[in-house]
Antibody, heavy 117, light 112 residues
Framework: EVQLVETGGGLVQPGRSLKLSCVASGFTFNNYWMSWTRQAPGKGLEWVASITNSGGSTYYPDSVKGRFTISRDNAQNTLYLQMNSLRSEDTATYYC??????????WGQGVMVTVSS | DVVLTQTPPTSSATIGQSVSISCRSSQSLLDSDGNTYLYWYLQRPSQSPQLLIYLVSKLGSGVPNRFSGSGSGTDFTLKISGVEAEDLGVYYCVQGTHDPYTFGAGTKLELK
């Protein structure tokens, strides 16, 4: 059974940093692209970042490019999202997702990030 | 960015009724490799989203065959043939043909 467990969320002040982690199990982690998506309270879904299975390439939308960094440790089956220069509009539930048939085949339970002073 | 417009925003159905959800794209989603990277996901209340359909019409793993997807170019449809209680929630279409990935605003399926 595929499991994706996110940790690292919390309350952070604008302009500060936060790092999310996602531990994966139940599949061969290093065979799949991984991504982060987010959902602001009461809103729809937004793609945040993707990384190839080797970690050699990363992709971001303009809304987070230059502020967020996705990375992975295939030896530890762990995905990361380093978030810098956080803004109030980054407040959301962040989901770790695994690729395969689609960019987002499986989703974690999500972790809440609140950016507020 | 590609804009995906879902209609209706809300759909009310009785158990057993068939429903359709439309997803229209601001650009053709036919890729130069011949694939159309259009997906459908369901987010049940207080749950994480789950994959239903990939590449327009292919059923995700373990997805019941009452779900079906169709369409091409800019117009796509998700059909549920015989709604069950577990189908209630918000449906999202997503495109992966053009960078960045974009999501529709969602269609909420409610019980009538």
């Amino acid at each position: 059974e595929v499991q994706l467990v996110e940790t690292g969320g919390g309350l952070v002040q604008p302009g500060r940093s936060l790092k999310l982690s996602c531990v994966a199990s139940g599949f061969t982690f290093n065979n799949y692209w991984m991504s982060w998506t987010r959902q602001a309270p009461g809103k729809g879904l937004e793609w945040v970042a993707s990384i190839t299975n080797s970690g050699g390439s990363t992709y971001y939308p303009d809304s987070v490019k230059g502020r967020f960094t996705i990375s992975r440790d295939n030896a530890q089956n762990t995905l990361y999202l380093q978030m810098n220069s956080l803004r109030s509009e980054d407040t959301a539930t962040y989901y770790c997702t695994s690729g395969g048939q689609s960019p987002f085949d499986y989703w974690g339970q999500g972790v809440m990030v609140t950016v507020s002073s | 960015d590609v804009v995906l417009t879902q209609t209706p925003p809300t759909s009310s159905a009785t158990i057993g009724q068939s429903v359709s959800i439309s997803c229209r794209s601001s650009q053709s989603l036919l890729d130069s490799d011949g694939n159309t990277y259009l997906y459908w996901y369901l987010q049940r209340p207080s749950q994480s989203p789950q994959l239903l359909i990939y590449l327009v019409s292919k059923l995700g793993s373990g997805v019941p065959n009452r779900f079906s997807g169709s369409g091409s170019g800019t117009d796509f449809t998700l059909k549920i043939s015989g709604v069950e209680a577990e189908d209630l929630g918000v449906y999202y279409c997503v495109q992966g043909t053009h960078d960045p990935y974009t999501f529709g605003a969602g269609t909420k399926l409610e019980l009538k």
